[in-house]
């Protein structure tokens, strides 16, 4: 089932987060549960495929909101990982990116042309005039993507997240609409 599909490029696919993913979205999640638990607290609670279903329903409940946009990553066919607007406030113009992809998607650019394409969105369907990505500054290949991306750097925001009982302080990084299509 395919909603609508966006080519990122040859290999590339974007799908919104949809439910009938939920199978292949938890098997990737436990397939990668130690390498992600490294950056990210929410693998805990995801221990089974309901799980994965009601991430995937409250993505689609943000989208019909107008609160957050969710799509899938997909490379050469196989579910790769996830992006999106976690937030968007409509009043300010502004949306913040989450993403991750499981461990044998690292390293090719995919997030990367991931993001750009999601900022795309962001401006031409919510007249987004500000996105911001949060990283734990521990995080290098995470930061290495807005840095690439000619987001810059507005501070760190200290103990920001605690990941299994240790703090993580957070590097904020903005990207304001006329840097991006300027």
């Known amino acids: ?4 599909c966006h080519f990122v490029d040859e290999n590339i696919h974007l799908e919104p987060s949809h439910p009938y993913y ?4 938890f098997a990737l999640t436990d397939q990668n549960r130690e390498f ?4 990210l607290p929410w693998l805990d609670g995801v221990t089974s495929v309901d799980h994965s279903r009601d991430f995937l329903q409250q993505q689609l409940q943000n989208y019909a909101d107008g609160t957050g946009l969710s799509l899938l990553i997909f490379y050469r ?3 790769a990982g996830i992006i999106g607007f976690n937030s968007i ?12 992809l499981g461990e044998k998607f690292n390293d090719r650019g995919i997030m990367t042309k991931c993001v750009r394409e999601l900022i795309r969105f962001g401006s ?17 290949k995470s930061r290495k993507i ?15 997240e ?12 903005a990207l304001l609409s006329e840097d991006f299509f300027g």
């Open 146 to 160: 807005p840095q690439g991306l000619g987001f810059l750097k507005e501070g760190t925001l200290r103990r920001a």
């Open 36 to 39: 992600l638990k490294k950056w």
């Open 77 to 79: 066919k196989e579910l």
């Open 89 to 100: 406030n409509p009043n300010n113009q502004t949306g913040e990116i989450g993403y991750w």
């Open 124 to 140: 031409q369907y919510y007249g987004l005039q500000k996105v911001v990505i949060r990283c734990s500054t521990g995080n290098e």
């Open 22 to 25: 939920a199978e292949p979205l």
């Open 162 to 173: 605690n990941l299994y009982g240790e703090w993580h302080d957070h590097d904020v990084y």
């Open 1 to 4: 089932m395919t909603m609508f």
